[in-house]
T-cell receptor
Framework: GAGVSQSPSNKVTEKGKDVELRCDPI?????LYWYRQSLGQGLEFLIY????????KSGLPSDRFSAERTGGSVSTLTIQRTQQEDSAVYLC?????????????FGPGTRLLVL | KNEVEQSPQNLTAQEGEFITINCSYS?????LHWLQQHPGGGIVSLFM???GKKKHGRLIATINIQEKHSSLHITASHPRDSAVYIC??????????FGTGTSLTVIP
């Protein structure tokens, strides 16, 4: 079946603009995760969803970042007033159930470049 | 905060060699994952461990909860194993902390 998909695959934007990144998880997967991987850095956890609910938003880097999930499926990560330090690959993953012992399936990522 | 350290950072091996990648963490955890990231960025989950040992093909992962340490072994390494291997840990909830990765290159 189809894996996790993300769009756009690449996004170039100007500093100060807002961007929306989309994640389509594997159908039926309850849990959805957003991560960020900056150039030369490791993976950084941003937020996860159990269904449509995000119990822990503490990983979001600033209040310019927000995420939502509707219908227990598609999720959108929004970055307002983008800064150059937001440039990174944003990865989405989903798992069948929520729980840290579940296998996560990763999308291909959205490569964001803020000029 | 849970610190996750991986070693080595970079590893070059000849095809056929036995490879070990290590992961240490500072706080007791409930789950540890090993991930593989190929050039081009795609990430694949290899193992989830909460105790003991798991094997999948030529890959073996072990965890020692008391010593807060996990190892990923690759037997009979092959050039297609060349990738970045990432350790991720979680202890409560679903927040994960990642090591910086081990870049493996297997030379034919």
């Amino acid at each position: 079946g189809a894996g996790v998909s993300q769009s756009p695959s690449n996004k170039v934007t100007e500093k100060g603009k807002d961007v929306e990144l989309r994640c389509d998880p594997i159908s039926g997967h309850t849990a959805l995760y957003w991560y960020r991987q900056s150039l030369g850095q490791g993976l950084e956890f941003l937020i996860y969803f159990q269904g449509n609910s995000a119990p822990d938003k503490s990983g979001l880097p600033s209040d310019r970042f927000s995420a939502e999930r509707t219908g227990g499926s598609v999720s959108t990560l929004t970055i307002q007033r983008t800064q150059q330090e937001d440039s990174a690959v944003y990865l989405c993953a989903s798992s069948a159930q929520w729980g840290n012992q579940e296998t996560q399936y990763f999308g291909p990522g959205t490569r964001l470049l803020v000029l | 905060k849970n610190e996750v350290e991986q070693s080595p950072q970079n590893l070059t091996a000849q095809e056929g060699e036995f490879i070990t990648i290590n992961c240490s963490y500072s706080v007791g955890i409930s789950a540890l994952h090993w991930l593989q990231q190929h050039p081009g960025g795609g990430i694949v989950s290899l193992f989830m461990l909460s105790s003991g040992k798991k094997k999948h093909g030529r890959l073996i992962a072990t965890i020692n909860i008391q010593e807060k340490h996990s190892s990923l072994h690759i037997t009979a390494s092959h050039p297609r194993d060349s990738a970045v291997y990432i350790c991720a840990v979680s202890w409560t909830g679903n927040q994960f902390y990642f090591g910086t990765g081990t870049s493996l290159t297997v030379i034919p």
